[in-house]
């Protein structure tokens, strides 16, 4: 564990000494201030327009302004975790970097949690204060919060985790320049299975709530963003709710105790399969 | 002399291709063994399969009495890989300290100013990895490699970006660590520099140890050449043994005597003819 913690440290100082925090935190920043922007003049309009008994148009532009915000969060959340792990094994052991660490007794599997849990450890960060912040700005702007303020970013944080948990599993076998690409093209294969499920849903098309209720056993990540959607207004009834759920932010299935449980056994597979692979790989 | 590495019938395989054929190969405590051979020939598998960077595919490793790649076989050694590269964000003592961590040595500040001021690079502790020439770079590996005090150091072409001084500071580093009890093992493909810090000496070609020895059990007598008032007189077959007897029928024979030769192969000879033979 001691060993882990001293290769945590050191992607830690990594992190901050190749300003990786320092361009995340501006590039963060910016996108808060964007968002605060289109959140005010979005609610303005909102404000203006008539009461209408049937649609709440303040659930509606809130829920939609924030799903995006989370959708933004789960694709920077994934590129951070990407860029963090991506090259962790084989990239470092191309580069001659890795070779001095391992020969070191602290052991492999220490070098693969230290690695994991330093990009957690910022990646966790990343999602948690933009989440807050964009919660806090629509918030603030339109007076409205996320029926669950919790579960959706929570969901978030463990679905980044996930991503994080893929890329460091391809750096044991593919090169730096591969992995980013597999794990990103696995990314974007599980938002589009969850888009094909929320079409399904409404459609009510057995096959594409197949194809969607499989990818979520496959890469949790994107039916935990899915269920984070889902609670943003769970409590959304009426034709408010339906519209919301329809929309392209709109998690159409709750996420529910036995994906959380999956998730955290996936991690842990993920990490087995890593573990295993990483022992047998010659540097 | 406690036996520091110990190889077995050491074999590695890369699919179809034999990278170690069964290596014997013992060295002892403050031995310094040269490890010589062609491109390809399998001294950075074995020195790798000794720091436990890959694993063998039959035979037997062991350090200080420990399985290759096993905990404590790791933390009795000190390694420096031919093609390495160090975080170059890191300050000289910052990579120092970074693998105090990892090692688990105590040394703290008083080690890494001793260890940079071995390799010569003192005045250069709060320099970044990024701004050191090559050469200062391999000498800050060979520091590291020092981390923790290891009983056994691998290093694999340690002095191949240096300038003489440089490798002058490694030799008298080397020589050092043989009075200090290191064992060294030393991969090199410069044979004079081997020659020069070496106890022994073992050449691998095509994975397999063909010749190994001192180098003074490895250069081979190649004659007794006389100088004499009739010029340069040669005996090819003779030995350091037969001088007295070939000089003192020179001079019955008239002949003025102004110096004799004990010609004998260098390490270069004998290394070329092993892997010529081979």
Known sequence: ?283 | MPTVLSCESLEKRYGGTVALGGVDLRVERGELLGLLGPNGAGKSTLTKIACGLVRATGGRAEVEGAPAGSASARAAIGYLAELFRFPDWLTADELIALHQDLAGSDGGVGERGELLELVGLAEARKVKVAAMSKGMQQRLGIAQALVGSPRLLMLDEPTSALDPVGRRVVRDLLRELRRRDVAVVLSSHLLSEVELVCDRVAILVGGQIVAGGTPAELARPRGVEVETGNGVRSFPQATREDVPRIVAELVAGGEQVYGVTVLASTLEDAYLEAVGAA
């Open chain 1, 1 to 283: 564990m001691r060993g882990a913690l001293v290769v945590a440290r050191y992607a830690l100082r990594e992190a901050v000494r190749r300003r990786v925090i320092l361009v995340v935190l501006v590039l963060t920043a910016g996108f808060l201030a964007l968002y605060a922007l289109g959140a005010k003049l979005t609610f303005d309009e909102v404000n203006g327009l008539a009461a209408d008994d049937q649609l709440d148009d303040r659930v509606l532009a809130g829920s939609t302004l924030f799903g995006l915000a989370m959708f933004t969060m789960l694709f920077l959340g994934a590129v951070l975790a990407v860029f963090l792990t991506l090259g962790a094994v084989r990239g470092d052991a191309e580069r001659g970097l890795l070779q001095p660490m391992v020969v070191r007794p602290v052991g492999r599997t220490s070098l693969l949690l230290g690695r994991y849990a330093g990009a957690a450890l910022v990646c966790t960060l990343y999602v948690t204060a933009v989440y807050v912040g964009a919660m806090l700005i629509t918030g603030i702007t339109g007076d409205w919060w996320p029926d669950d303020p919790v579960g959706p970013g929570a969901g978030l944080v463990l679905g980044v985790l996930v991503i994080a948990a893929l890329s460091l599993l391809g750096s044991v076998f593919l090169s730096a320049t591969a992995n980013g690409i597999a794990v990103f093209m696995i990314f974007g294969a599980g938002l589009a299975a969850g888009l094909l499920g929320q079409i399904g849903d409404a459609l009510a098309v057995q096959t594409l709530q197949d194809v969607a209720e499989v990818s979520s056993w496959v890469l949790p990540f994107e039916a935990l963003y899915q269920g984070g959607l889902h609670s943003l207004t769970q409590d959304a009834g009426g034709v408010t709710g339906v519209i919301v759920q329809l929309g392209p932010f709109g998690g159409a299935q709750d996420a529910g105790p036995g994906l959380w449980l999956w998730a955290l056994v996936y991690l842990g597979l993920v990490g087995a399969a890593a573990r295993a692979g990483f022992a047998r790989r010659d540097l």
